[in-house]
C-alpha cells in the first residue's frame, strides 16, 4: 500500500513537472498554424535578430514561390511604420496586364524565409491555395488611412495565423499606426530638420523580411551640407516623424550630427546586414538597437 502512495505522488509530481514546462515553453514560443494544418513554433527572440538585410529596390519586383513550390507573382510594394521600425506587410501581384485584373494580396513578411543574398526569388511558407482564398488588396484598400488602420492588419496576421506584436500597445488603442507609408512612396521623398530646412531625401529603404524590420531609412543629404555628392547615411527609422501637411519627413538631425555618422559611398554599400556596423549606426544617433540581445528599442510603440 506505501509502494502504490509512494507511486502516485511520483507521478503526481511529474505531470506537474510536465505542466510546468509546457507553460514555459508556450511563454516562450508562439504557435502558429500553417496552410497544410501542421503546427510549428515561431521563437520571439526573432524580434532582435539581425538577419540578411536587403534594399528595398531589390526586393520589389522579386518572384514570390510558395511553400508549394509553385509560381505565385511578384512583390508590388512593401507597407512599413517608421514608429515602430516594422515592416506591416507585403503586397504581392498575380496575373492581370500592365495592372488590369491583377490578383493583389497583403501578406505579413514574416511568412518569408530567409532572403539569400543573390536570390532573385523569395520564398513564403504558406501554400498557394491560401494565398488565393486571401483577401484581396484592392484600390480602395491601398488609401492612405486603410494602409494604417490596426483592424485592417489584424486581419492580415490573423488570417495566416501570424503573430500580432502591437496587441497590448499604445499604437493598437488608438486604431491605427502613426507614421506609416509604402515604400515606392517613401524613396525620394524630402527630409526636412525642425526649422523647414531641407537636409536630403530618402534614397533607398534597408529592410529584413523575414523578421519583418525594417532596419535602416537611407538619407542622401541635400547638396547645400557640402558632405560630398555620393555620400549616403543609414538611419533607424524612428529618426523621422511625418509631417502630412507638406508630405515630408522631418528629423532633428544637425549637420555636426551627419557629418560624423557612419556613411559609405553610392558605388561601396556598406555591408547592412553586420551586426556591428548597425549597432554604430543605432548608437550614433541615441538610438537602441531592437537587434542587440537584452535591450529593447526606444521610442517605440
Known sequence: MKQRTHGIVLSAAFAGSLAAS????AADTNLSHDSS??????SLSSDRALGHVERANKL?????????NQRFGKIDNIVVDLSSGRILYAIIGSGGFLGAGEHRVAVPSTLFTQVPADSTALQLNVDKQKLMSAQRFTADTEKDAQLARVEFVNGIYQYFCQRQWWQGRTT???GSFGNVHKVSDLVS???NNVNSETIGKVDNIALDLPTGRLVYVILMPDSSLNLGND??????????T????????????TKDKLASA?????NEWADLSNPSWALRVYKHYGKQPYFEKGLEPTGRQ
Open 22 to 25: 509546457a507553460t514555459a515553453f
Open 37 to 42: 494544418n501542421a503546427w510549428r513554433t515561431e
Open 60 to 68: 520589389i519586383g522579386c518572384e514570390v514561390l510558395t511553400s508549394d
Open 172 to 174: 493598437a488603442n488608438i
Open 189 to 191: 521623398m524630402r527630409i
Open 231 to 240: 555620400a549616403l547615411y543609414a538611419m533607424p527609422p524612428e529618426t523621422f
Open 242 to 253: 511625418w509631417n502630412a501637411t507638406d508630405k515630408l519627413l522631418v528629423s532633428d538631425l
Open 262 to 266: 557612419p556613411h559609405f559611398a553610392r
